[in-house]
């Protein structure tokens, strides 16, 4: 039988996804006991196209290019579920799987002898285990935070449902599309362009999102596990939108190097809040048995070179690498050279879960009671340290920009702009505001109909702080002219022609005027 897991493995050898000595799990959906919120939780799940790029089914033999595939697994915030009607079951999950791995028309009885997990008693009860998520079922009213998730090395848009009914249950969009291969469903050995396509696909996600009239696209944030960690990077990187970056055990810490590949990557360009929830050190053992470098215990090359950001790092002693997935902890086989009890790792996992909400509240949501659980000390927040550790990083103190001074005056129409930069310059002294920044932004505002007031205020501003400068005078006037004003036109560009006997324009505007 077809057997997917070697080729999956291969790349994530050092993220403990390649195990020896296995023990069966015992876990369940109700022991990790994911403590919901006030929502009921709809699914919906469907694939759409992108027509800018092809693609070919791998095990069809055809080599038929087509437009790319989208898959798309949808949890949401939905309305009180009408008596009777039952939830999904995991199954319907696998189901999902199915069809992201092209194998649609494969009986559900040959579900665990085909893919990734062994076909045990324990995991063939999972299958029948009831999630709280409900199938095409009435969004709940009003406007939700939306989260894009981005799963592991090739894996399924379902490889973390629990995480993401436990998210929409609190109020939040999640959605997510499988991580497939750039030409087929499977990764090439060009690592750099596969997390490209998967940031690609992940922007894909962006704009589907932005189609829903239940979400909140001024509130949007990243989540990824594993190699997801990786492409939600380069997306926030290119994206202003991205409001925050959730990580769980993001290959981003282990594989500095493959991001650095990428001509959108920038450290400096992580300006939103970020966390990173990392798996326990790995065992000598584990390191010596599987040739792993031991520095992936203590480097963190991304988290260091962050500065424009907080950042958040949190190392869960009971979590090994696969533990941080729905599916890793229900069906992956036990490491006995290091995994934990199933009690411990569905105990962490719900911690994770907390970790994420209260993280995407404050980011999102504004929330300061959030705010105050994610920057408590983990002893804090009822956990001891032997189950979590946490380091908090602040961003560096940057120079007040131009751009900086621009958000603040749009965001009071360009009025009261000396009193604005009176307050700027006590909180930020060495702030210098550049003339030739002021006549741009006042020459585009001016020259617009809808802005030209605005425009004069910035001159107004300008001709304050440079007042022997006769360019800013002569905009003036020429913003003057535009707007109708005659006689405050023709008094600047007199201003402007005394402070500059050669300015041309000047003169030749003032021959005009008296005519």
């Not at 009435?138 to 436990?166: D, H, R, T």
């Not at 239940?214 to 190699?227: E, N, P, R």
């Not at 991304?302 to 958040?312: E, F, K, N, P, R």
Request: hydrophobic residues 35%; negative net charge; proline residues 4%.
């Amino acid at each position: 039988m077809y057997n997917q897991s070697s080729m999956r493995w291969t790349i994530l050898q050092i993220l403990m996804l390649c195990q020896v000595s296995m023990a069966i799990a015992q876990t369940s959906l109700d022991k990790i006991n994911l403590e919901n919120g006030k929502y009921s939780v709809g699914f919906c799940h469907y694939t759409t196209l992108d027509s800018t790029r092809t693609y070919s089914r791998a095990m069809d033999f055809t080599n038929k290019k087509v437009a790319r595939p989208i898959s798309i697994s949808l949890w949401y915030p939905a309305e009180q579920i009408a008596d009777g009607k039952e939830p999904l079951q995991v199954l319907d999950y696998l189901e999902i799987l199915k069809e992201e791995e092209e194998w649609e028309h494969l009986p559900n009885e040959q579900i665990l002898n085909w893919f990734y997990y062994r076909n045990t008693p324990a995991n063939q009860k999972h299958l029948a285990e009831k999630t709280t998520a409900y199938a095409k079922v009435e969004p709940a009213k009003g406007k939700f935070p939306v989260i894009v998730y981005a799963p592991s090395f090739q894996a399924s848009s379902i490889e973390n449902f629990a995480l993401c009914e436990y998210l929409a249950s609190h109020g939040f969009v999640v959605i997510s599309s499988l991580s497939r291969g750039t030409e087929t469903r499977w990764f090439s050995n060009n690592s750099a362009k596969e997390m490209e396509t998967q940031a690609r696909d992940m922007e894909f996600l962006l704009k589907e999102a932005g189609k829903l009239p239940l979400v909140d696209y001024d509130k949007i944030a990243l989540m990824g596990f594993s190699f997801g960690g990786l492409s939600n990077t380069i997306v926030q990187n290119r994206n202003d939108t991205i409001k925050a970056i959730v990580s769980l055990d993001g290959t981003e810490r282990y594989q500095y190097e493959l991001l650095e590949q990428s001509p959108f990557f920038d450290a400096a360009k992580i300006d939103v809040p970020y966390i990173h929830m990392a798996q326990k050190d790995i065992p000598d053992i584990v390191l010596k048995e599987d040739n792993i470098d031991a520095e992936l215990n203590t480097k963190f090359q991304l988290y260091d070179s962050i500065t424009q950001a907080t950042s958040y790092r949190l190392k869960f002693h009971d979590l090994t690498h696969s533990h941080f997935s729905t599916l890793g902890i229900l069906f992956a086989d036990r490491d006995k050279r290091q995994d934990k009890t199933d009690s411990e790792i569905m105990e962490s996992y719900k911690w994770v879960a907390a970790y994420t909400l209260h993280f995407l509240n404050a980011s999102l949501n504004n929330n300061q009671s959030a705010l105050r659980f994610i920057e408590n000390a983990p002893s804090e927040n009822g956990v001891t340290n032997s189950l979590i550790t946490q380091s908090i990083k602040r961003p560096k103190k940057r120079a007040f920009t131009f751009q900086d001074f621009n958000d603040l005056a749009s965001k009071q129409n360009y009025k009261n702009l000396p009193q604005l930069y009176d307050s700027i310059v006590k909180k930020h002294p060495a702030s210098k505001i550049q003339e030739g920044n002021l006549n741009l932004l006042g020459l585009q505002l001016v020259f617009n109909p809808d802005t030209s007031s605005q425009g004069i205020e910035v001159f107004e501003l300008a001709t304050i702080l440079f007042p022997n400068s006769a360019n800013l005078y002569d905009s003036l006037a020429e913003g003057h002219l535009f707007m109708g004003n005659t006689e405050k036109a023709i008094d600047s560009f007199k201003k402007s022609l005394a402070l500059n006997p050669q300015n041309q324009n000047a003169a030749n505007r003032l021959e005009q005027l008296k005519k």
